[in-house]
């Protein structure tokens, strides 16, 4: 997809769908009490061609996510084509295997998806082999246990299992321990969850001051994370529109 053109519908349509989530963004933050700026976008691209990708870029979206390494991998060199400006911050946050990490390490500014302990030591293992270093957020999993519904296939870790991983991720020179990062669980009231994963984060602040960082709320749920407290939200069909059904873990 690298070179390819965006029809000026498409240019014009990806325009008023920034406008529109940035305007929800405003309006939640006023209803919280809150600052903008406290509040980072993070697009989500995957499924969306480099094009699209660049084009929001283009007006000024700093942060860009994908979630699959196979598409992110070839995606970050297409979007970086086909910018003059510099690269946006790139984020990981799809469900990592360790065997990915390598890949991952190579262009991801910040991975969102760290879930386990086997992860954290792939992952710095990769960054320092790399000479980066890179942001890392703790994914927690915010499905009731024993809930009928809720699936393993969004990972992240249980809340009990948090401030070890934090304490994993922090003694690692290689990462850099940013903060925590959930998907609200479906169908259910995201509220509770955001405040759930609010008090985590606040726990982990107590040992970790600098990782401040709380990634919630995406294209369904934005304004509940914004008045809970998100600082970054991850936003992908509101931006791009909706994806086709690949495979659960695409979305
Ligand atoms: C796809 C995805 C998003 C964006 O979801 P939308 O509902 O399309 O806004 C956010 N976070 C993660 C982890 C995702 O995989």
């Given at each position: 997809?690298?070179?390819?053109r ?41 499924t ?42 790139w984020?990981?946050?799809?469900q ?14 910040v991975?969102?998806?760290?879930d ?25 999993r ?8 809720a ?15 934090a304490?994993?991720?922090?003694a ?36 970790h ?10 294209s369904?749920d ?24 690949v ?5």
């Open positions: 997809m690298a070179g390819e965006l029809s000026p519908e498409r240019a014009a349509e990806l325009a008023a769908n920034l406008a529109a989530v940035r305007a929800r963004i405003a309006a939640a933050c006023t209803t919280a009490g809150r600052d903008p700026a406290e509040v980072t976008l993070v697009a989500v691209g995957k969306f061609p480099a094009a699209d990708v660049a084009h929001l870029v283009g007006l000024g979206v700093t942060d860009v996510a994908e979630s699959r390494d196979q598409e992110a991998a070839p995606k970050v060199a297409d979007v970086a084509a086909l910018l003059d400006g510099p690269a946006p911050r984020h990981f946050v799809g990592l295997q360790r065997n990915k990490a390598a890949s991952v390490a190579a262009y991801a500014d991975v969102q998806s760290v386990r302990a086997p992860l954290v030591a792939a992952l710095a293992n990769a960054a320092g082999r790399a000479d980066r270093r890179i942001d890392v957020l703790i994914q927690v915010l499905d009731d246990p024993g809930d009928p519904t699936g393993p296939a969004r990972g992240g870790a249980a809340p009990a299992d948090v401030p070890a991983l304490d994993a991720v922090a690692r020179a290689e990462l850099r321990l940013r903060g925590l990062m959930a998907v609200a669980p479906r169908g259910v009231d995201p509220v509770p969850k955001f405040a759930r994963l609010a008090e985590l984060s606040a726990n982990v602040r107590g040992a001051p600098a990782a401040d960082v709380v990634s919630a709320g995406m369904g934005l304004e509940a994370a914004v008045a809970s407290g998100a600082s970054w939200v991850r936003v992908g069909t509101a931006l791009f529109g909706c994806r086709e059904l495979s659960d873990h695409v979305r």
